[in-house]
């Protein structure tokens, strides 16, 4: 089974405050997501990354950045972090273009 | 618009009954991934399918992406069913996936 884990789970951060969310995988999939999920949204696609040294912008890529460092770890950073942005935050790898994505646990970020 | 539809958005069983969701698209998509939310948060795969039909115990999934839909059924649910059911969509000429709000699944002893 796919392996996809994050960190931290949990974070409170304050406005204003930089908030970098890490994303680990070791299915060595070339594609990483990260997405957002808001009661009533469902899962909404931020940022993605084909491979090591490249990152896309998704659907609501407005305030976040994304780092893929490598091909295990792929970022999400918030740099001026706005109560709008307080959510559960998930990270998925994937096999191949539109293929099976698997997803890590979440974090759940609270900003104040 | 919401390219992903699904339905209901809430559905309550009892024990041992059976269901079907709904996913239908605005778009031709040319693959379906359905993922069950658990009481945890955790989004834990079900089936990924590019056309026909997927069967793992209890539950089947079915993708027609020339009528732009696809069911996921539950028999003989279970109290562990209880959950979030999520289908997720990519569409031809795109690469990533369109998530539906998803449908509130409890199951009643």
């Known amino acids: 089974e796919a392996a996809v884990t994050q960190s931290p789970r949990n974070k409170v951060a304050v406005t204003g405050g930089k908030v970098t969310l890490s994303c680990n995988q070791t299915?060595?999939?070339?594609?990483m997501y990260w997405y957002r999920q808001d009661t009533g949204h469902g899962l909404r696609l931020i940022h993605y990354s084909y491979g090591a040294g490249s990152t896309e912008k998704g659907d609501i890529p407005d305030g976040y950045k994304a780092s893929r460092p490598s091909q295990e770890n792929f970022s999400l950073i918030l740099e001026l972090a706005t109560p709008s942005q307080t959510s559960v935050y998930f990270c998925a790898s994937g096999e191949g273009t539109a293929g099976t994505q698997y997803f890590g646990p979440g974090t759940r970020l609270l900003v104040l | 618009g919401d390219q992903v539809e699904q339905s209901p958005s809430a559905l309550s069983l009892h024990e041992g009954t059976g269901s079907a969701l709904r996913c239908n698209f605005t778009?031709?998509?040319?693959?379906v991934q359905w993922f069950q939310q658990n009481s945890r948060g955790s989004l834990i795969n079900l089936f990924y399918l590019a056309s026909g039909t997927k069967e793992n115990g209890r539950l089947k999934s079915t993708f027609n992406s020339k009528e732009s839909y696809s069911t996921l059924h539950i028999r003989d649910a279970q109290l562990e069913d209880s959950g979030t059911y999520f289908c997720?969509?990519?569409?031809?000429?795109?690469?990533?996936?369109?998530f539906g709000k998803g449908t509130s699944l409890t199951v009643i002893p």
């Open positions: 299915n060595n999939h070339n594609n």
């Open positions: 997720a969509a990519v569409s031809t000429g795109y690469q990533n996936f369109y």
């Open positions: 778009t031709t998509m040319r693959a």
